[in-house]
């Protein structure tokens, strides 16, 4: 029975899910999960296995040659047609397991990519897949959130929702928990309520989760939701237009084929039989699957390097890439701020260690000391530890060894590690919190009321020039001393240095009070102040972001820095990581409003970090780049950075801080908000695309090769250089698995020191269809010369010259995929064995060849015959003669160009 959970009490709804606000136990929730079932809606139907079976065999070709069979049966060529079924037979099988294969890929990737909850379960925060909440849970949401199931709020802080998606409403819904609601209020009044699907905007929530799956709201009009687009590339698309192109182009060269034989004098039937095979071998009917497959393979790949993709476009995209606009927190950095510097008493200490560990020391002058021992480095430590509201815990690594994460500010996790490496345990002094002043974004401040005995004090922490600005004295050895002018411009000057060198620094100061209800009566509490001193501190850059951005140079790709941090902080940090040359330009967020978007746009290329931005700005400087014809990838994590991350050609979402309004927003997510998978995932998309150009070209260039074999022997009156049988063989053997292992062939080493591919690049741009023919042509020629070598001089036996014949095209195909594994070398540029699946393809298929020859049953069927010793090696030599005389050409050039260079040079003086 359906619940009007919008019109009763939350405590009413925690009693009728018999839950409470701390959630229920994980024993109670897998007990729910398996009586509701999974949150999810229901998806449209999904083709059996069957029906993908059947569907490899609906081509129009396909359908042809099956009724070419037939008619083998009926003129009772039995072995023909038998020996043909099983050919088409494992060809669909072959297409199928691709089918599945990329299906099972795309699958994984849209599991990695399934939201997530937080739930409170028996008192414990943890993060959840969405489709795992269960009616009783108690989800604690944030703006950013998208609500993963229809739920009664119990608490709300100024929480906002966009719920468009289901009620048509595009303001965002302003939502209460302590609310009455009528019963019959529709949809867009229930301001109590959450609904699955909408996005949370501003603000914290917590709800009970009422209904899931198909019983929420959106699951009423699932059917809306169940049509999903099927996700086609660009090139897939041009690469659809061109197989229909190439279907007509081999139909029309195979129809001439057939007529050119016939009118020589060829048997009809032979001629039709062998006409359907050619146009069989030369439509390369594959080529989608086999990009399907690299592109999933290659996705998979990436997630291997915590590169999630979302759009398989941008798989295309980052080959493309020219710029890449970074945040620099926990994605040039390591997002673990480290006190660094410490000053107090006149005196600079410097602090070891790095991150959360709290191992390390105080050093002055390259000496240890114990902080502790010195009154005033005592007195700073006690201030950080005290006025501190983060937490410090202890968790278990990745490796099994311990490991150590901050609850709550960074900043004061870093303030907590600081105290540790002093040597303070927690628990330590005598200090008991009575009150607190919260941190203020106007004040800058925030404080803490002890006592300690008979003594009261006020700790205060914050911006050191609003805190000096407060101060009336400073601690000195241990003494309360008036601050001097002197002494100002001596604490400003420490403020500024450090300042200067990255460290963002927070001052320290307390005050005493004769008791707690003189602090609490005084107006100003945090007026005349004890300077105690200053703390630096940095969030360290990444290891592996220095060379991240070195290989991002060589491969043409601009970084740009994009910081809330001070310009001075941003500056030395986009220095220290090589960002930022000596010409390059920095922007403040004040200097961007300042500018008109064509002054920006007439900068934009000289500018390589932007400081003291707000997300709103992210958006006009993707469209000012965009301007420029650059191709922007852009990253983000907050709900204000999904304009950005949406305009920009490949948006980039944190996986860890990323709010799920960034994610939806975005085409690639990163696992673990890291710059260095940024460029990982560049390489990867450099090297998928090489990859699918290098089996076009390989997968073009056989059928070249095929179709001017036949093409030319039947204009020049000759007998079939191939039978029907051989040529579907050949197709099966050569264009299956090589092709296959081709998508998933390293990237080149160089791959990184190329320049970006121009988006709107042909696929046989960069010589790729000069190559193509190239190729094909000199292996129809091969092969011809061969068979017609056989037949006119060598034995005169036609069964001899179509088995050599058939040996020569195959064995020049399985040396060309070699070649194609360099984009812009040959053969000698890559190292053989680098890709063991190609060796394992080739010698497969190869094992299968030799039994068209060498298992006489088998060979009686393919019409073959044994070839001599003498007929293996000219068989071969031919073979490797296209591949092998191009590659040396090119690689002697290659060669010779450093000397013409320097010969023109001399020429020219």
């Known amino acids: 029975m359906e619940k009007n959970w919008h019109s009763l009490a939350a405590q009413d709804c925690l009693a009728l899910l018999s839950t409470t606000p701390e959630g229920l136990t994980p024993e109670e929730a897998e007990a729910r999960r398996r009586r509701y079932g999974s949150n999810q809606l229901m998806e ?41 079924l099983a050919i088409i037979l494992l060809n669909g099988i072959l297409g199928f397991l691709q089918e599945v294969r990329a299906e099972r890929s795309l699958a994984a990737l849209k599991e990695l990519t399934a939201p997530t909850a937080k739930v409170r379960r028996a008192g414990r925060v943890e993060v959840v897949p969405a489709r795992d909440l269960v009616p009783g849970d108690i989800v604690i949401l944030e703006g950013g959130d ?69 019983n929420t709201e959106m699951g009423k009009i699932a059917g809306l939701m169940q049509q999903s687009e099927e996700m086609l590339t660009p090139l897939q698309r041009r690469l659809d237009q061109l197989g229909r192109v190439l279907v007509w182009v081999a139909l029309a060269i195979t129809v001439l084929v057939v007529i050119t034989g016939v009118l020589h004098g060829q048997d009809v039937y032979q001629m039709f039989l062998a006409g359907v095979s050619l146009a069989v071998a030369a439509i390369p009917e594959g080529l989608p699957a086999i990009v399907t497959i690299a592109l999933a393979l290659g996705v998979q790949r990436m997630i291997k390097r915590n590169a999630i993709v979302r759009k398989l476009p941008s798989v295309e995209t980052l080959g493309c890439a020219t710029v890449i606009c970074s945040d620099k927190t926990g994605t040039l950095t390591q997002n673990r701020m480290t006190v660094q510097r410490v000053w107090a008493d006149g005196q600079w200490y410097r602090v070891s260690g790095s991150g959360y560990n709290p191992v390390g020391e105080f050093v002055i002058d390259d ?41 709550g500010d960074p900043t004061e996790g870093a303030l907590l590690v600081m105290a540790r490496k002093a040597g303070w345990q927690e628990g330590d002094g005598p200090y008991r919190r009575i009150d607190e002043i919260p941190f203020d974004s106007e004040r800058k401040l925030m404080s803490v009321l002890v006592q300690a005995g008979d003594e009261v004090y006020l700790f205060t922490k914050g911006a050191p020039d609003v805190l000096l600005a407060r101060s009336k004295f400073i601690l000195t050895d241990g003494r309360e001393e008036p601050m001097s002018n002197h002494l100002r411009r001596q604490v400003a ?26 602090a609490k009566a005084h107006r100003n509490p945090e007026d005349d102040l004890v300077f105690v001193g200053l703390a630096g501190m940095m969030d360290p850059p990444r290891e592996e972001v220095y060379d991240a951005i070195a290989r991002c140079h060589q491969a043409g790709i601009r970084t740009v820095m994009i910081t809330g941090d001070h310009q001075e902080t941003a500056t ?93 927003a975005s085409a690639l997510i990163l696992a673990d908000d890291n710059f260095a998978t940024i460029v990982a995932a560049v390489e990867e998309g450099r090297g998928i695309y090489d990859n699918i150009k290098k089996f076009i070209r390989y997968l073009l260039a056989s059928n070249v090769g ?76 091969v092969t011809l010369g061969v068979f017609i070598w056989s037949l006119r001089v060598q034995s005169g036996s036609l069964a001899r010259a179509q088995t050599l014949a058939y040996i020569t095209l195959t064995l020049a195909q399985f040396i060309l995929v070699f070649d194609c594994r360099s984009v812009h070398g040959g053969i000698f540029k890559r190292n053989l064995f680098e890709n063991r699946w190609l060796i394992l393809a080739v010698a497969s298929s190869l094992a299968l060849f030799l039994l068209t020859i060498y298992v006489p049953p088998i060979a009686k069927v393919f019409g073959t015959v044994r070839p001599t ?21 090119r690689a002697g050039r290659k060669a010779l160009r450093p000397k013409l260079g320097a010969r023109a040079l001399t020429w020219s003086r």
């Not at 081709?742 to 080149?748: K, S, Y």
């Not at 068989?875 to 590659?887: H, I, N, Q, R, V």
């Open 146 to 214: 998208r609500i993963p199931a229809d739920g009664r709020l119990l608490v709300t802080h100024g929480f906002d929702v966009e719920e468009s998606a289901l009620t048509g409403e595009s303001l965002p819904v302003h939502k209460q928990a302590n609310l009455y609601v009528d019963p019959v209020a529709s949809l867009g009044d229930r301001r109590n309520m959450v609904y699955m699907g909408t996005m949370a905007t501003r603000g914290k929530a917590e709800m009970v989760v009422t209904e899931t799956g198909m």
């Open 706 to 781: 095929e179709i001017l074999t036949m093409f030319a022997a039947m204009l020049a009156g000759l007998p079939l250089p191939l039978l029907p049988i051989q040529i579907l063989w050949v197709n099966l053997v050569t264009d299956g698995l090589p092709a296959i292992a081709l998508g998933v062939d390293p990237a080149e080493a160089d791959i990184m020191n190329r320049p970006p591919r121009r988006v709107d690049e042909g696929i046989f741009a960069q010589g790729l269809g000069v190559k193509i023919l190239s190729r094909g042509v000199l292996i129809g020629l």
């Open 493 to 518: 000057a420490a403020n500024q240095q450090m300042a200067a060198a990255a460290l963002r620094n927070l001052g320290f100061a307390y005050r005493r009070f004769k008791s707690v209800e003189a």
């Open 572 to 664: 030395a940090i986009a220095r220290q990581l090589h960002i930022l040359p000596e010409d390059g330009l920095v922007v403040s967020g004040q200097e961007l409003d300042d500018m008109r978007d064509e002054e920006l746009e007439e900068r934009i290329d000289r500018v390589y970090v932007f400081a003291r931005v707000s997300p709103e700005h992210k958006l006009r400087i993707v469209k000012a780049l965009q301007a420029r014809g650059e191709v922007v990838a852009m990253t983000g994590d907050g709900v204000n950075d999904a304009p950005a991350i949406k305009q920009a050609d490949i948006g980039i979402a944190m996986g860890k801080s990323g709010t799920d309004v960034a994610k939806e």
């Open 44 to 84: 449209g139907e999904k083709l059996s296995l069957l029906t993908v079976f059947f569907n490899q065999f609906r081509d129009f070709m396909i359908l042809v040659l099956i009724a070419a069979t037939l008619i083998s049966g009926l003129l009772q060529e039995y072995t023909d047609a038998v020996t043909i």
């Open 869 to 889: 010793s003498v007929e293996w090696l000219v068989a071969l030599g031919a073979a490797a003669l296209p591949t092998f005389t191009l590659s040396a050409r």
């Open 367 to 407: 000496h240890p000391i114990q902080p502790l021992r010195r009154p005033v480095l005592r007195r700073l430590v006690e201030i950080a530890q005290v006025c501190n509201n983060a937490q410090l815990v202890e968790t278990s690594g990745a490796d099994g060894g311990p490991a150590w994460e901050v609850q």
